[in-house]
Structures are given as C-alpha cells and as structure tokens.
C-alpha cells in the first residue's frame, strides 16, 4: 500500500493439506490447517476490503479453494471442512457487497488436482505447528498418505492449462471457478441429495 497507494486485486492463495482421518489428524494440525486455509481468508479480507470500498474503484477478490469446497470425500475431512469453510465465507461476502452496491467482484477457484508442490507442506510449517515427536507423523500410515498426496498432484493438471480459464472467468465475474469437468455431475446430483434429504452423496452415486 505504501508503494502503490491502492489495491486492485487480492488473490488469497494460502492453503496447506491435511492428513489424516477424523481419529487420526491431531490438535495441532487442526489449529495449523484451519489457520491457514480459512483464517488467512478472513484475515486478508478484513484487512483490504475496507481499503477497497474506500478507493471507490473496481476492485476484484479472488478466493482460492478448492474442489473440495464444493464436495466431500470418504478422507480428509479436516481439509474438507476447512475448503468448505472458506467457500461458505466467500458465498457470504458476495452477497453483502451485492447488497451495498460495492464495485467489487468477488470468485472462489475451486480446482480438481493441479500439478503444485502442495504435498511439501510439512516443509512449511511454523515453528508452532512443526513436526517433533509425535508418532502420528512418523507412522507408516501418514507416510503413505503423504506419497499418495504427491502422486494425485504430480498427476494433475498443469497450472498452464488452468490459469487462463481463471482470467477469462474472471473477465465474465463468474464467482464459481472449477476447472475439473469430472466432477459436474456429481454436483449438480448433490442438490437433489440435499433438497431430497437424503444422506451425503459419493462418487458412486453418479458413476
């Protein structure tokens, strides 16, 4: 802000995984991950929309999520949760900028596997959040989620391929960006799911 006096875009494009089920994963990691990948998004927005309402000029937020925002999945539900957080908070937003006729757009990218170095996550950790003795993360179950986590990435797509589709979505203010076509009929299912009241819907259910 001291250089260039205004912001014009804000990309939050924090996000870290998270391993483990639901009696696995431990305290630590859900404190580290829910700060990470919902927190630094209230954070960020906290900080700059108050400037960007301020500069009374076009302004545009970019949220980056994840498909599994949208989705869940029979794994990772800390990670799930957490994508979901940040897109319900991103849905909220929206709509309160749309009531006050703010000129501010406001989209989640919410992509499939890109090939990113997002299972180098632990190398990042804080100081707070690193890795000591805890037998969790030196069992033989985190080291195969760990390398399973690495080889959906590696097989994912490139950044090349997804970057433009970003722009041009964000060049038609389109608020949902997905990337991954696989995974369109399982959403479009999951609202008869949801409105049928049924149970949550998995990948069978469409296949």
């Not at 875009?9 to 696995?24: F, R, T, W």
């Not at 722009?167 to 960006?177: D, H, P, T």
Request: proline share 3%.
């Amino acid at each position: 802000m001291d250089r260039y006096g205004r912001c014009d875009i804000l990309v939050n494009n924090a996000g870290v995984s998270a391993l483990g089920e639901i009696n696995q994963f431990t305290e630590k990691d859900l404190h580290w991950v829910t700060s990470v990948n919902y927190f630094a998004h209230v954070y960020m927005m906290k900080r700059f929309l108050p400037q960007m309402l301020d500069q009374k000029t076009h302004g545009q937020i970019l949220n980056v999520c994840s498909i599994a925002g949208i989705i869940t999945s029979q794994s990772a539900p800390l990670y799930f949760s957490t994508k979901h957080a940040a897109v319900a908070l991103s849905e909220a937003v929206y709509k309160w900028l749309k009531k006050i006729e703010a000129d501010i757009d406001i989209a989640v990218f919410c992509p499939g596997f890109i090939q990113t170095k997002m299972y180098e996550t632990d190398k990042h950790r804080p100081d707070r959040f690193k890795i000591e003795d805890e037998p969790w993360y030196h069992s033989e179950t985190y080291k195969t989620y760990s390398a399973f986590n690495k080889q959906v990435l590696d097989g994912g797509k490139t950044l090349e391929e997804v970057i433009p589709q970003v722009f041009e979505a964000l060049g038609k203010e389109q608020f949902y960006i997905l990337t991954h076509d696989q995974y369109d009929g399982l959403i479009r299912k999951q609202g008869e799911f949801e409105a049928d009241m049924e149970r949550p819907i998995d990948y069978g259910d469409v296949q």
